[in-house]
């Protein structure tokens, strides 16, 4: 599945996605999701509820409330779902309910030491990423943090986030030089789109192979803590 033309060395710029590339979240995107539901007056256990979570698990990565406004049409229903979202997983962050990916805060420290910027994207509103660096210490592990609205509005599968610490860090010269991991097919979609000369399904979370191939990864690793090696190549 590598690209023969693929040269991991040159990549300047690592753009890694949060939950589930890495942050281990258990699960909490599910358990927010019912909070929104009950919002919204969607039973659980009712047709309607299996239907919804099974376009939430489909668009794992994508921007939360794109997601919503899909479900729900109407944008106050939307916007009404999204914020009981955002409150009730802040509220499972702040209970302790997550914890790093094995070995990712390592790999973005070694990404770093050897000279290559890393930005952490995310689909949640920054409400959220802000709670979720807190609540790991990672406020300063990086120098850039993006969610949609950082990107104007747009989150993946649009290339948008990924283009905006392009631009923003300025760390490389050409979109080849980028590269994106992620555990979701929207992950890889957004590098793809975006240029990136390297794009990695991770194994940690929501998609798996066939799911990466399928939207054109050009590497899939088992874990985020792979990285390094790859790009040492």
């Keep these: 599945m590598n690209n023969p033309t693929d040269t991991p060395g040159n990549i ?5 996605d949060m939950a589930g590339t890495t942050v281990a979240d258990g699960g909490l995107v599910e ?6 539901a009950t919002e919204l007056g969607v039973e659980p256990g009712s047709a309607e509820h299996a239907e919804h979570l099974a376009y939430v698990r ?4 994508e921007s939360k409330i794109s997601v919503f406004r899909h479900l729900f049409s109407d944008e106050g229903r939307a916007r ?15 209970a302790g309910l997550i914890a790093p990916v094995p070995g990712a805060r390592e790999a973005i420290e070694e990404l770093a030491a050897g000279g ?17 660096l807190h609540a790991l210490g990672w406020r300063d592990l990086v120098p850039l943090t993006l969610c949609p609205a950082d990107a104007g509005g747009r989150g993946r599968p649009y290339p948008d986030m990924v283009l905006e610490a392009f631009v923003r860090t300025k760390a490389a010269d050409d979109v080849r030089q980028i590269a994106v991991a992620g555990d979701t ?9 975006a240029g990136a000369g390297l794009v990695a399904g991770v194994r940690t979370g929501a998609h798996g192979d066939d799911a990466f191939r399928a939207a054109g990864a050009t590497h899939v690793l088992d874990s985020v803590a792979g990285l390094p090696t790859l790009l040492a190549r």
């Design 116 to 132: 290559r910027t890393v930005v952490l994207t995310t689909g949640f509103a920054r409400v959220t990423q802000d709670a979720i």
């Design 12 to 16: 300047r710029l690592v753009v890694l």
């Design 80 to 94: 009404r779902a999204n914020n009981a979202f955002e409150e009730a997983y802040g509220e499972l962050v702040d």
């Design 185 to 193: 097919s929207y992950d890889v979609l957004s590098g793809v789109r």
């Design 58 to 61: 489909a668009t794992m990565g």
């Design 31 to 36: 358990r927010a999701f019912e909070a929104a």
